[in-house]
């Protein structure tokens, strides 16, 4: 067979003509780009990004952000301070989260202790499956995901670091099936009879897309009646479990929410508990948004109950600002469930005849290989400021939306959808142009466009961000996130301020 990588005529391979001994990296010039660069984040992210005199967002559109980008990708490298302008490009372009008046998302602001661990774990570079690469962080995320559980008020369980809420609950589904049906794992779908899973009307997404990733099926998520503030109808699940039970289904898994995404609703997980326990299902806890209530004892009976359930899911980067992506999935299982469930047993990875306790490998629990390091930032931020520190963090965004609902109660043209029981608060504007013409034909139709309209207003001239939706009959509204401990009252003013500046004239 010929060569397929013939040598040039010197000799030489012209793959590798550079000297095998001279590094290809320059480590003294890679460390000066390194520090440049972290002036720049520095100054554009962290104290432009967080200053509310500057602007949330630099915005321009895809075609003329990707000219200004220059996205290309070609054979030749660029000189240095061609690329530490492309790091202030992207910083100044990006969108700037921990700014005190980015409302859009249920992550917002930073925390410098967390951030610090973000740079460490990035730094470090390992992959979170063995003690033998990753021996600190192995330990770590053991006592970070046991004090997670103590919080929830369990003594024993176990437990993993997922990327994000939405593989937790897959994660629950999982092990719910695979408790009932061990066999599934080796014989798949043929092995199990129709399975039924139970959520509210109003829980994430995530539940019907792990249906679907798992062959469950979205047609076999039965959801469940609400209350008028959002909540799980626990005698409406009762109803709906004795029914699939009558169809020859088997009723696998009842997905809980506390903290719902638009409302924030929590679901009374001690009536659900209830009703688990009569028809043996899986309770899960989806508290991806919610979970950071257990830190306050003002605040945790939202989730009075939460000790019953089999499994939860938390994701600490939402309002604790552990920093994307921290998310825990809990379980109360003593049994190894997670990893008999999960495992691959990869004899090249978690040999059995190391030199140290192989439990401590702990990546066979995931259906990951590679996994980051997610515990680091969640262990500093609390090593730092302590459970007293985060309880006030909690107790501080429920004291804000509190004021927030106040003043917008005396102002006319705002209009609350609901009393709000957690941080989100969803309201209407109403422009002077519809004020007290709620009976005309074409009211709803105008205004659905209002949030809309303000909101690409407020995006071009970058002086905040607030998300919007609509929800079963109600058309779009205002959904308005406060959990930064950089907010003020001043912000909370100003954005009720902005939006009238904005929405006036509509």
């Given at each position: ?82 690329l530490l302008q492309r790091v202030k490009d992207v910083a100044k372009y990006s ?104 959520t509210s009307t109003e829980s994430h997404y995530s539940v019907k897309k792990g ?296």
């Amino acid at each position: 067979m010929a060569n397929m990588f013939p040598l040039s005529s010197d000799g030489q391979d012209p793959a590798n003509l550079r000297d095998i001994n001279e590094p290809l990296i320059d480590h003294s010039e890679g460390q000066l780009f390194l520090n440049e660069a972290f002036k720049i984040i520095i100054e554009e992210v962290l104290c432009k990004g967080t200053d509310v005199k500057e602007k949330v967002c630099e915005w321009k559109g895809p075609e003329d952000l990707a000219l200004l980008l220059d996205l290309e990708l070609r054979a030749e490298g660029e000189p240095q301070q061609r690329l530490l302008q492309r790091v202030k490009d992207v910083a100044k372009y990006s969108i700037k989260t921990s700014h005190p008046r980015f409302f859009n998302q249920q992550f917002a602001g930073v925390d410098y202790h967390a951030l610090a661990g973000r740079f460490l774990s990035e730094a470090l570079n390992t992959n979170l499956f063995t003690y033998e690469v990753a021996p600190v962080f192995v330990l770590m995320e053991t006592e970070v995901l046991r004090s997670l559980r103590q919080l929830v008020g369990w003594t024993e369980g176990d437990g993993i670091f997922c990327p994000g809420g939405s593989t937790s609950n897959m994660f629950a589904m999982n092990l719910a099936r695979y408790r009932l049906f061990p066999e599934v794992k080796s014989q798949g779908l043929w092995a199990v009879p129709r399975l039924t899973i139970f959520t509210s009307t109003e829980s994430h997404y995530s539940v019907k897309k792990g249906a679907a990733f798992l062959g469950i099926g979205t047609d076999n998520i039965i959801e469940v009646k609400v209350d008028e503030g959002g909540r799980i109808i626990p005698e409406d699940l009762d109803e709906k479990i004795k029914l699939t039970k009558s169809q020859g289904a088997v009723p696998l898994l009842v997905s809980c929410t506390s903290g719902t995404t638009v409302r924030g609703a929590f679901d009374p997980l001690d009536r659900i508990a209830d009703v688990c326990e009569k028809h043996n299902v899986w309770m899960h806890v989806d508290s991806a948004w919610g979970g950071s209530v257990l830190f306050s004892e003002q605040h945790r009976h939202l989730m009075k109950g939460v000790a019953r359930a089999n499994s939860v899911a938390w994701n600490p980067h939402k309002m604790l600002m552990a920093g994307l992506q921290c998310s825990a999935f809990l379980l109360q299982d003593t049994t190894n469930l997670l990893k008999k469930c999960h495992s691959a047993n990869a004899t090249y990875l978690f040999q059995q005849d190391k030199f140290y306790d192989v439990n401590l490998d702990v990546g066979d629990k995931t259906v990951q290989c590679s996994r980051k390091v997610d515990c680091l930032k969640l262990w500093l931020m609390w090593k730092a400021v302590g459970s007293i520190g985060l309880a006030e963090r909690v107790d501080k965004a429920f004291n804000l939306v509190r004021h927030l609902v106040e003043q917008m109660k005396k102002r006319e043209g705002f209009h609350l959808l609901w009393e709000p029981e957690f941080l989100n608060v969803c309201f209407w504007f109403i422009p002077p142009s519809m004020r007290g013409k709620e009976g005309n034909a074409d009211y709803q139709d105008r205004l659905t466009n209002v949030a809309p309209a303000i909101k690409e207003r407020m995006i071009k001239q970058g002086t905040m961000m607030v998300g919007y939706q609509p929800l079963g009959d109600k058309v779009n509204f205002f959904r308005m996130i406060v959990l930064s401990p950089l907010v003020s009252k001043e912000d909370m003013d100003f954005s009720l301020d902005e939006i009238e500046r904005l929405g006036n004239d509509l």
